[in-house]
């Protein structure tokens, strides 16, 4: 469960949750490393095919990864606040590396181990999922170009008069919206996956096909088609037919953990110094990331997707099932990352690469496949940590094997004529594919990101930026495309028939989303300063209000107006509160669910949603008393310029405040999140 931008790719999972914590890192004694590592470093991996002489390359062997990470990864979990975490490499179809760092349980002081600590793999779950749909489409149980209603006992409407394929749901371009709402319950009574799939069926806001936003809900869709076409309970069918052949019998999707796997849980943790050990995570619906497993695990899961679907003398996948599912299927922009089947594209250093990272709200993985190169790699670590904690660490560590051990030069294209109209015309708000537009228009506003030319005629991301957290800098190198300054990613905007910029994507981030542009009536950058501007002089207003009020009664003064006039007015005052109610209502609401993830992902938050909501009736009733006394003041005899002024701007407020109301949702009834 993927989140990449804190608000904006936090919804899911994570979005509204803020999991990256800013508590100040404090120092760890950390355990000694324990290991499993390969028993002949000399009989391992040659160096990397990608060593061409001059290059500083060093060989991919058990001992270069061992001196590698011992000196990167234990500094990393203390700067990060992490309290521990777990790598394993797999080269050729053999474990090549596999070491724990850092703690599994801090209180008891018990150390990670590789082969017995479990670790919750978030979203890289799915994997296992999308190999149990090519097994069932191997066996012709399955088709994945028929509409996914043919193996179901429900429907899922369709859109524009088209279905969802299943070829649709691995690539996640089915068109679903976002959902959160239950996905991590309280209670085990609350985990069914039938049930959830039922009651949680999400609007489908893109035709399907055409953009590419990530679904959770899309993935335990195909995990209740599996349970429903083999006959199998989704857990039991992955443990029989993955786990058992590729002997991980350090894993689970059951909720709660078998007797005999729970005591090797490793505890997790939002970070390390704040040391409260989290419960177990229950995840819903479980084919989208309610695994749990061993790094040795992993590494066989790995063994037998780079082996053509074989680990030893037993097969999950035919050859060719596996070419398919590791075969190019959807992009956002031609010459960027897309999906596989069910994996997306990570190509980079020159290697083809593939993968799946996951997230829970305190369990951090990835899962990384150098698909000619014949290597994989898996971390998860088991807290949020700090602002430099999980989401930076995995991806420095990563990003620094493939610098040392597949170092590739990158030869950078001049800068195009066009930059500065280039920069020009793409500036601007733009918001995530991965969104809900039912229930939380407000949050996504909140997570609007903003494209900025600069005065040399580069480009900065508000949400691309580098691991000290400074903006990066794109040159424009072809037409809408962009470089990295002094980097290698890519930023590509993509345009409809008539030129206007439709969206952007990059291969800095994982391409589980685009970044649609936002008209200039609902970006953050016009409703930012006009809605605090509206809300300032609301409370001016009913502080003006009261402070009148108590100076006449001190003074023993009267207002001098007609019994009709004093009605509006006072209609108008109580307008002008219901609507800073109901609009400050949410936004507290909207601190309080970054606090506590709970509110969104268990669905707790959700009869605070409909007091909200109802907050927003009397607003808009408010928001016409205002304007019905404004217009009142005007035709009345003997009121000054200034009164009619401030009651104009007042009337002015109001209707903004009742257009982001109604435009943004906030009386839409509607708790479909």
């Not at 949750?17 to 355990?31: C, D, R, Y």
């Not at 700067?79 to 777990?86: F, L």
């Not at 950058?525 to 609301?538: E, F, K, M, Q, R």
Request: with cysteine; charged share 15%.
């Amino acid at each position: 469960m993927n989140r990449y931008a804190k608000l904006a790719a936090a919804f899911a999972i994570t979005f509204a949750a803020g999991i990256a914590m800013a508590q100040v890192p404090q120092p760890l004694n950390p355990a000694p490393a324990t290991s499993t590592l390969a028993p002949s470093a000399a009989a391992i991996a040659a160096p990397s095919a990608a060593t061409r002489p001059g290059d500083a390359t060093h060989a991919l062997t058990a001992e270069d990864l061992s001196n590698f990470l011992d000196g990167l990864v234990p500094f990393a979990l203390q700067r990060g606040d992490v309290a521990g975490g777990v790598i394993s490499i797999v080269k050729d179809g053999k474990v090549l590396f596999a070491k724990g760092y850092g703690y599994a349980d801090l209180k008891a002081r018990t150390p990670v181990s590789p082969e017995n600590t479990l670790f919750r793999p978030g979203s890289t779950s799915k994997l296992f999922t999308w190999t149990a749909v090519m097994q069932q489409v191997e066996q012709g149980k399955l088709d994945l170009d028929h509409d996914v209603n043919d193996y179901l006992d429900f429907k899922i409407p369709p859109r524009d008069g088209k279905p969802v394929t299943l070829r649709q749901v691995m690539t996640h371009t089915a068109g679903f919206e976002d959902t959160a709402r239950g996905l991590l319950p309280s209670k085990i009574a609350d985990v069914d996956l039938e049930r959830y799939l039922k009651t949680h069926i999400p609007a489908r806001i893109f035709a399907p096909g055409e953009i590419v936003a990530y679904s959770n809900y899309g993935c335990g869709l195909a995990g209740y088609i599996v349970q429903r076409v083999s006959g199998e309970r989704f857990d039991e069918y992955i443990k029989h037919h993955i786990f058992d052949p590729l002997d991980m019998h350090h894993s689970s999707f059951a909720m709660p953990l078998p007797a005999a796997l729970a005591p090797l849980m490793a505890k997790g943790y939002k970070s390390a110094s704040d040391g409260k050990p989290q419960p177990f995570e229950l995840v819903d619906p479980a084919p989208a990331g309610a695994m749990s497993s061993s790094a040795l695990d992993m590494a066989n899961f790995m063994i037998a997707q780079l082996q053509g679907g074989r680990f030893g003398d037993t097969r999950v996948l035919q050859p060719a099932t596996v070419e398919l599912m590791h075969s190019p299927q959807h992009t956002a922009a031609p010459g960027l990352n897309g999906f596989d089947l069910g994996f997306y594209q990570e190509d980079s250093n020159g290697q083809r690469i593939i993968g799946h990272g996951g997230d829970t709200v305190v369990f951090h993985s990835d899962l990384h496949l150098l698909l000619d190169a014949n290597v994989g790699m898996f971390i998860s670590l088991n807290s949020a940590g700090n602002e430099g904690g999980a989401h930076v660490i995995r991806k420095a560590i990563f990003q620094a094997f493939l610098d040392r051990y597949f170092p590739h030069a990158v030869v950078s294209p001049p800068t195009v004529a066009t930059a500065k109209a280039d920069a020009a015309r793409v500036a601007g708000w733009y918001q995530s594919s991965r969104r809900n537009d039912s229930a939380l228009r407000m949050l996504y506003l909140l997570g609007q990101v903003n494209v900025a030319a600069q005065p040399d005629d580069t480009l900065t991301v508000s949400m691309l930026t580098d691991y000290a957290g400074k903006p990066l800098h794109w040159r424009a190198t072809g037409p809408l495309h962009y470089t990295e300054v002094n980097g290698k990613a890519q930023l590509e905007f993509v345009a409809d028939a008539q030129g206007a910029i439709r969206y952007w994507a990059t291969d800095a981030e994982v391409p589980v989303f685009v970044f649609q542009r936002m008209s200039a009536a609902k970006s953050l950058g016009s409703v930012g300063p006009l809605l605090g501007l509206s809300i300032v002089l609301a409370l001016a207003t009913l502080l003006v209000w009261f402070g009148g009020w108590w100076v006449r009664r001190h003074y023993r003064r009267t207002l001098e107006l007609g019994a009709s006039q004093r009605r509006t007015r006072l209609l108008s005052r109580f307008g002008v509160l219901a609507l800073v109610v109901a609009v400050l209502g949410w936004a507290v609401l909207l601190v309080v669910m970054s606090s506590d993830e709970t509110l969104l992902l268990d669905g707790s938050g959700t009869p605070w949603l409909y007091l909200l909501y109802v907050l927003g009736v009397p607003a808009l009733l408010g928001a016409l008393a205002v304007v019905v006394h404004a217009v009142r003041t005007w035709l009345a005899p003997r009121r000054g310029r200034w009164v009619r002024a401030g009651e104009t701007l007042l009337a002015l407020a109001a209707i903004y405040l009742a257009w982001f109301i109604v435009a943004f949702g906030l009386i839409s009834f509607n708790a479909r999140f």
